[in-house]
């Protein structure tokens, strides 16, 4: 069974443009979540959905977005972006969500300049 | 607001030694306590949870204790091997299939173990 797939692996961009990031979850698995990593930071929960629905967000603001589709496959993107945007972006999948095991993706590393 | 705390943010132990990580958090309507260990360069994995309804659980040479009323909960590791050298993170949240409670995680711990 093929894990969870996060493209691409490094990004880097510079200040005010924009990025997608896209998580193709293990199958079977409805529910996608993604989140943050930065060295002082750890992880930080950005948002969850589950058949194509954002069933809650973390403490971001509005420039940071994503979606689901029919596929379960979900998308982040990031506007105008900052050079405190610089990390690690991690989704993870689970069958339905709330309580389960998270299969975390390998991560796409981004590099605002 | 919701918030885990986990401690210490780094510990070092010999080979053959125990390793104590603890967290505390905020919300009280948390109920689900999973610990998560990344290796440098590779990505989280689940090494075990616990859910409100149970105080201990182990696992071979892991286990994690709760402690609800205190809100706080620890990871133990015995007999620590080179391999168990990497990033440990508790996370914190509820688990009601009707809703996805935010999955808070502490900040970290770096644990090393010397040969």
């Known amino acids: 069974k093929a894990g969870v797939t996060q493209t691409p692996r490094y990004l880097i961009k510079t200040r005010g443009q924009q990025v997608t990031l896209s998580c193709s979850p293990i199958?079977?698995?409805?529910?996608v979540s993604w989140y943050q990593q930065t060295p002082g930071q750890g992880l930080q929960f950005l948002f969850e959905y589950f058949s194509e629905t954002q069933r809650n967000k973390g403490n971001f603001p509005g420039r940071f977005s994503g979606r689901q589709f029919s596929n379960s496959r979900s998308e982040m993107n990031v506007s105008t972006l900052e050079l405190g945007d610089s990390a690690l972006y991690l989704c993870?999948?689970?069958?339905?969500?709330?309580?389960?095991?998270?299969?975390f993706g390998s991560g796409t590393q981004l590099s605002v300049l | 607001g919701e918030n885990v705390e986990q401690h210490p943010s780094t510990l070092s132990v010999q080979e053959g030694d125990s390793a104590v990580i603890k967290c505390t958090y905020s919300?009280?309507?948390?109920?689900?306590f999973p610990w998560y260990k990344q290796e440098l360069g590779k990505r989280p994995q689940l090494i075990i949870d616990i859910r409100s309804n149970v105080g201990e659980k182990k696992d071979q040479r892991i286990a994690v204790t709760l402690n609800k009323t205190a809100k706080h909960f620890s990871l133990h590791i015995t007999e620590t091997q080179p391999e168990d050298s990497a990033v440990y993170f508790c996370?914190?949240?509820?688990?009601?299939?009707?809703?996805?409670?935010?999955?808070?995680f502490g900040p970290g711990t770096s644990l090393s173990v010397i040969p």
């Open positions: 996370a914190a949240y509820g688990d009601m299939k009707t809703s996805y409670d935010k999955v808070i």
């Open positions: 919300d009280s309507a948390s109920n689900y």
């Open positions: 993870a999948s689970s069958f339905a969500g709330p309580g389960e095991k998270l299969f």
């Open positions: 199958s079977g698995h409805r529910s």
